[in-house]
T-cell receptor
Framework: DTGVSQNPRHKITKRGQNVTFRCDPI?????LYWYRQTLGQGPEFLTY????????KSRLLSDRFSAERPKGSFSTLEIQRTEQGDSAMYLC?????????????FGPGTRLTVL | GENVEQHPSTLSVQEGDSAVIKCTYS??????FPWYKQELGKGPQLIID?????GEKKDQRIAVTLNKTAKHFSLHITETQPEDSAVYFC?????????????FGRGTQLTVWP
């Protein structure tokens, strides 16, 4: 399968715990995005990487959230001290290189439930 | 930032009929408009997109139209089938920027009755 993959697919945690999600983009896609989607809403942008550089973070990404893409391939999104409001689907998307080429291909998402 | 509005929020059609979903956007700099289909428990799937230098694009039963002056774009699905049932999202982006983030509408739940 050459699509975007995300792990785990589901995560249930207790409030206050830390969680980490992983995204593996499509091979050779240098751009990687994280979005969050709550029930009945469209995805909302969280952060963006071009290669290993994190170029933008949304104001939605509080200090408890951190994302990395250390070698410009896979990325991780960590949420510290989870809160019930963090419950959502976390989506990763990747995009191929090239100016003006902005097709974003999404993975299946990680559904987080904070109890 | 960009604001994308999408209507209707729900749409029910009989199999074989056409379905139309409309979106408006606020930022005149936006020049890339993709549409995604999301089935239950899955990530959004890109089904068609249009760039600002084109007014209409068609791919089999799916077509998109763009009116840059009015800042609105629409998705048209003809000869609908039950497997078209899903949530559809429109989005807008300034693809010329280095950021390329997508701004999504709130989605339309399409139900196609056999």
């Amino acid at each position: 399968d050459t699509g975007v993959s995300q792990n785990p697919r589901h995560k249930i945690t207790k409030r206050g715990q830390n969680v980490t999600f992983r995204c593996d983009p499509i091979s050779e896609h240098n751009r990687l995005y994280w979005y969050r989607q709550t029930l009945g809403q469209g995805p909302e942008f969280l952060t963006y990487f071009q290669n290993e550089a994190q170029l933008e973070k949304s104001r939605l990404l509080s200090d408890r959230f951190s994302a990395e893409r250390p070698k410009g391939s896979f990325s991780t999104l960590e949420i510290q001290r989870t809160e019930q409001g963090d419950s959502a689907m976390y989506l990763c998307a990747s995009s191929p290189p090239g100016t003006g080429n902005n097709e974003q291909f999404f993975g299946p998402g990680t559904r987080l439930t904070v109890l | 930032g960009e604001n994308v509005e999408q209507h209707p929020s729900t749409l029910s059609v009989q199999e074989g009929d056409s379905a139309v979903i409309k979106c408006t956007y606020s930022d005149s700099a936006s020049n890339y408009f993709p549409w995604y289909k999301q089935e239950l428990g899955k990530g959004p799937q890109l089904i068609i997109d249009i760039r600002s230098n084109v007014g209409e694009k068609k791919d089999q039963r799916i077509a998109v139209t763009l009116n840059k002056t009015a800042k609105h774009f629409s998705l048209h699905i003809t000869e609908t089938q039950p497997e078209d049932s899903a949530v559809y999202f429109c989005a807008a982006s300034d693809r010329g920027s280095t950021l390329g983030r997508l701004y999504f509408g709130r989605g339309t739940q399409l139900t196609v009755w056999p």
